[in-house]
């Protein structure tokens, strides 16, 4: 999958060489990375952005079809096109991590679920599988909370105590 997304990359590329000739040859490479890091993790992130490293290098650099890098602004161009891969590749990690927390967190809660925003909205409903019997009146995504809930109704939960020092 990264080596295809790479490879599509390349082409888009290259397609776009007469308009863009040796400016912005890492542009197409970025979308190709976040994808395969999206969908597969760490490993193929970092295999599509070693494969448009190479791709660059190869098709994209002056002399094309050698390894030579003769422009320090194209080899500092390569160095922060590797770091700026390596920290996308560990946001999106970071963003795959949390969202299978929050997903393992909202599939072990026995009641149900209500999230709002900062303004009180609701954004999202999940019923426990294992209480049908929860039935809230909401009939829309977007309405305050308080027009279907009343706050002091709400148990209360003790929080755990936090040491600030």
């Known amino acids: 999958m990264a ?3 790479v490879a599509a990359s390349v082409a888009v590329r290259l ?3 007469p308009v863009l000739h040796e400016h912005e040859p890492y542009i197409m490479f970025f979308p190709a990375v ?3 890091a999206w969908i597969g993790g760490r490993g193929p992130g970092l295999l599509a952005l070693l494969l448009g490293a ?6 994209l650099f002056e002399p094309r079809g050698t390894w030579l890098i003769l ?4 080899q500092l161009g390569l160095v922060l096109y590797v770091l700026v891969g390596c920290a996308l590749i560990a946001l999106i990690e970071t963003l795959r991590r949390n969202q299978e927390q929050l997903r393992t967190t909202l599939a072990s809660i026995g009641d149900a679920v209500i999230t709002t925003d900062a303004d009180g909205s609701i954004c999202l409903i999940r019923r426990s599988p294992s209480r049908p ?7 829309s995504m977007n309405t305050r909370f308080g027009r279907h809930f009343s706050y002091s109704a709400m148990p209360s939960v003790a929080l755990p105590a936090v040491r600030t020092s």
């Open 3 to 5: 080596a295809a997304t």
């Open 15 to 17: 397609l776009l060489d």
């Open 34 to 36: 976040a994808f395969a």
């Open 54 to 59: 190479v791709a660059v290098v190869w098709f």
């Open 71 to 74: 422009r320090p602004e194209m």
């Open 133 to 139: 019997s929860f039935s809230a009146s909401v009939t």
